[in-house]
């Protein structure tokens, strides 16, 4: 499905998750060139110089028989599949919500229940230096030494996330599948979430990170933060 009209550009304001009207069709998208108060999960927030990121949300209204909060994942594999044909380079997918390149953190996706529809925000790192960024984080400038241009990027980005979502409506994250089980950062690496250590074994059907925690048994995790050895 195409998404990305109405459209609506600001050049600044608190978080492109909040400037989204609920009641415009879905595909509805808001992109700014900063943000004062950009969001991560958890009340965490989401940095980035003015212009050197991109940063966009877009209003998808899902039946409720899909399970919402699989739309991050949903983001992540869209993400990846965009970078990956636009610089040739794998990249992974950190369960819940993260997309990683060389090992960094290069885009996060943040899916936010509203008025009964889903607000999908999404920010890449395009432009910034090493200096503009957090702890292990890149962006395509410090990872791949060139930077891309915004417009570009989003036009990718939108074009597999209409379709991957319009493969998950049908099928769920079942039929998404294939772009998020082989990208998993964390399979094989020790972590802890919510209180739970082991090794992470995979991402199931469900989008649960299963955890092997020692004689055999599994923990399945919902969601929370994760800590993992690098
Ligand atoms: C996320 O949260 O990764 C979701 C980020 C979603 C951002 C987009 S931008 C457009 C839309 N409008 C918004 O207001 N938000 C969405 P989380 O997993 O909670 O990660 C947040 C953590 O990532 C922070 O606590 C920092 O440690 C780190 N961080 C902050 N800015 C970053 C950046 N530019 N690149 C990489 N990591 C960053």
Not at 8 to 22: A, I, M, N
Not at 94 to 104: C, I, S
Not at 125 to 154: F, M
């Amino acid at each position: 499905m195409t998404l990305g009209t109405p459209r609506l550009d600001v050049e600044s304001c608190e978080s492109t998750q909040l400037l989204v009207d609920t009641s415009l069709p879905e595909g509805a998208l808001v992109v700014a060139d900063h943000q004062t108060a950009g969001r991560g999960r958890l009340g965490r927030s989401w940095e980035a110089p003015a212009g050197t990121a991109l940063l966009f949300s877009v209003l998808l209204k899902p039946s409720p028989k899909r399970h919402a909060p699989e739309l991050s994942l949903l983001a992540g594999i869209a993400v990846a599949d965009a970078l990956e044909r636009i610089l040739g380079l794998s990249v992974q997918i950190k369960w819940p919500n993260d997309v990683m390149l060389r090992r960094q953190k290069i885009a996060g996706c943040l899916a936010e229940a509203r008025d009964d529809a889903v607000v999908l925000g999404i920010g890449i790192n395009v432009e910034q230096t090493k200096d503009e960024l957090p702890p292990n984080a890149g962006s395509i400038r410090t990872l791949t030494g060139r930077g891309w241009d915004r417009e570009d990027l989003l036009a990718a980005v939108l074009d597999d996330l209409g379709s991957r979502y319009a493969a998950w409506r049908t099928g769920g994250l079942d039929a998404v599948f294939d772009g998020l089980g082989p990208r998993d950062f964390l399979r094989g690496r020790q972590v802890t979430v919510n209180g739970t250590s082991g090794v992470a074994t995979m991402i199931d059907r469900e989008g649960r990170l299963e955890i092997a925690v020692g004689h055999g048994e599994h923990v399945k995790v919902e969601s929370g933060e994760v800590v993992y050895a690098r």
